[in-house]
């Protein structure tokens, strides 16, 4: 059974940086896509961050981008988000997902496993 769990959420001032972790199990063989998505009080989850496996390609709103960086280690099956100059407007949970069909990475009801989401919280 596939198994994706954050890791890495806090508190940090505006202008700071975290940085996400997903540790992913489970798989036979490697995900189509993998991708980082938020969640704020009251509003839709998002994507910040989908990245292509066979070639890591990586793909970000324009809200997020400059800002966050998505890589992966596939030796380890990690995934990861560097988010610097962080803004209060970037307070949500952040969940890990992956696809592990071919199809688009930017499609967010096409990811078929999700975390359980670490709360990042950016105070003014």
């Known amino acids: 059974q596939v198994q994706l769990a954050e890791s890495g959420g806090g508190s940090v001032q505006a202008g700071g940086s975290l940085r996400l972790s997903c540790a992913a199990s489970g798989y036979t063989g490697s995900p189509y896509c993998m991708g980082w998505f938020r969640q704020a009080p009251g509003q839709e989850r998002e994507g910040v961050a989908a990245v292509y496996i066979p070639t890591g390609r990586t793909f970000y709103p324009d809200s997020v981008k400059g800002r966050f960086t998505a890589s992966r280690d596939n030796a380890k099956n990690m995934l990861y988000l560097q988010m610097n100059s962080l803004k209060p407007e970037d307070t949500a949970i952040y969940y890990c997902?992956?696809?592990?069909?071919?199809?688009?990475?930017?499609?967010?009801?096409?990811?078929?496993?999700w975390g359980q989401g670490t709360q990042v919280t950016v105070a003014s």
């Open positions: 997902a992956a696809r592990l069909s071919s199809g688009s990475c930017l499609i967010k009801t096409e990811y078929d496993h």
